[in-house]
């Protein structure tokens, strides 16, 4: 029975050598972590960099778009009032106009009454 027992604890003494030895990082390995630590870490920064400059970017377009939303706004009201500028010039040059066929119209009767006499 004792046989046995250090069979068994001989076979298990050398089965966690080998579990022990398996699992242990060298430091090689931990080197290798560490460096693709370090070069995820670069990634990640470089990443947030680009994000905030997009950012950045994307802010400046947004405030072009208001400044350009603001200057559309301001040409259509300017737009508007030359229009009806334009609509009253029209409405007072047809005045005119019919003022002026009138007095042309009276004119030419007093001359026509005038060569009668």
């Known amino acids: 029975m004792t046989t046995t027992r250090n069979r068994y604890l001989g076979f298990s003494m ?46 400046t377009a947004a405030a072009d778009a208001r400044a350009a939303r603001e200057a ?4 259509q009201r300017s737009a508007d009032e030359a229009k009806a500028a334009a609509q ?8 005119a106009k019919a003022a002026t066929q009138a007095l042309n119209e009276k004119l030419d009767r ?5 060569q009668k006499k």
């Open 72 to 75: 559309a706004a301001a040409a």
């Open 14 to 59: 050398i089965l966690s050598a080998v579990v022990l030895a398996a699992g242990c990082a060298t430091t090689g390995d931990v080197e290798r972590v560490q460096g693709e630590a370090a070069g995820a870490r670069k990634l990640a920064q470089e990443a947030k960099s680009a994000a905030d400059q997009a950012s950045g970017t994307a802010n």
């Open 88 to 95: 009253e010039a029209k409405r007072a040059a047809d005045e």
């Open 110 to 114: 007093a001359f026509k009454q005038s």
